[in-house]
């Protein structure tokens, strides 16, 4: 049986089991004897908490996948909740504010906390992805489609947001089939609704079941990428810096100013664009051409321990995460939140924000952000 064949039919059958415990649990007595109910939630909760810890997190993506196709309302918060009552989630300290239980709606999270607290890295990133999502359609749901967004000119909210689901479905794609080779986004079926009105529910359907696919495979298994990391797991991690950097997007073209973003999720944003920038044509040519042998810059969190050290020279760069104790004296530095710096590396902001603290050379910092425009 092929590996689409095999999903397919796992993703039947899960939303088939989901639609029929939502029945039985919301079933009124007179139809189906309380007992009897119990008995068969009981028994099949049993044998799926005894499942391993990989199937558990496969299922439960799944039934969150199912769950966020549905309009919102008790019948997402009923399948929502299923992964609970089957006992699938991993423990959660009760203490432990930083942390997300997978498979809760990830809009309970309180805010300010850590989008990569939950599980390893690699399905925490899935379940920030499906969060940022719903960030993103929450913003965008019941705005004019054709608001023009200032941050990406010629584009429309329509367009992010098409663009934003383009992306869950492509990286979905390249990973379902395990592609060697590169697959233009424009070549995967998009499923598009016919009204603009129509995509935010369209793309949480798509970072849905993208994140099921994600967390169901190999985080190391092999994968073609635009990127460094020609692997599974780098597809969250990319997906989830464009979905930060989207979110900015919307949230800018409807009149206001972006949301606070998690340091750790930025700062990990800010290193998978830094090693991905020599890898990608547009941006790897013109750092070789910037001249700067030895020149470095350096981009100080303040809301963190943390200091990105970027040394041009051997026709690009290289780069270090480190301390803010780290020595030497920059030809640049920048300091700002690490939300910040992210969206100013993407042009969000610009260098002269008053947002950020700049000193040396600041022609060089102009350079550097022409060159890595993406």
């Not at 004296?329 to 939300?339: I, S």
């Not at 710096?341 to 969000?348: G, I, N, Y």
């Amino acid at each position: 049986m092929s590996d689409a064949l095999t999903g397919a039919l796992a993703e039947a059958l899960t939303e088939a089991l989901a639609e029929l415990v939502t029945a039985v649990a919301t079933c009124d007595d007179e139809v189906l004897d309380p007992g009897t109910a119990v008995k068969w939630l009981e028994g099949t909760g049993h044998t799926l908490a005894g499942l391993p810890a990989a199937e558990r997190r496969a299922l439960d993506a799944l039934f969150r996948t199912v769950a966020l196709r549905r309009p919102e309302g008790p019948g997402r918060d009923e399948l929502l909740g299923l992964s609970e009552s089957f006992g699938l989630l991993e423990p959660v300290d009760p203490d432990d504010a930083t942390r997300v239980a997978p498979g809760t709606d990830p809009r309970a999270a309180a805010p300010g906390t850590s989008d990569l607290a939950p599980l390893d890295p690699h399905t925490a990133a899935c379940d920030a992805v499906t969060a940022h999502a719903l960030r993103f359609a929450a913003v965008v749901r019941g705005a004019d489609p054709a608001t023009p967004v200032p941050t990406c000119p010629g584009w429309t909210l329509a367009d992010l947001t098409r663009h934003l689901g383009a992306g869950h479905r492509w990286a979905e794609h390249l990973v379902w089939t395990r592609a060697t080779v590169r697959v233009r986004p424009e070549d995967v079926p998009l499923d598009l609704p016919a009204e603009p009105t129509a995509y935010p529910d369209w793309l949480i359907a798509g970072a849905g079941s993208f994140a099921a696919t994600l967390r169901a495979a190999d985080p190391d298994g092999p994968v073609w990428s635009p990127g460094a990391d020609p692997r599974v797991r780098s597809y969250p991690r990319r997906l989830l810096r464009e979905s930060l950097v989207h979110l900015a997007d919307a949230e800018i073209a409807l009149g206001g100013e972006p949301g606070p973003l998690d340091p750790r999720t930025a700062a990990d944003a800010v290193d998978h664009l830094l090693a991905d920038l020599p890898y990608i044509p547009w941006t790897a040519e013109p750092l070789a051409q910037l001249d700067h042998d030895g020149a470095v810059i350096r981009l100080a969190a303040r809301d963190a321990d943390t200091v990105w050290t970027l040394t041009l020279g051997g026709g690009g760069f290289t780069w270090t995460r480190g301390r803010r104790t780290d020595p030497g004296v920059p030809a640049v530095h920048v300091e700002g939140g690490t939300g910040d710096l992210l969206l100013l590396l993407h042009r969000r902001y610009a260098a002269d924000d008053p947002r950020f603290d700049r000193s040396g050379d600041l022609e060089l910092l102009d350079a550097w952000l022409a060159a890595t425009a993406l």
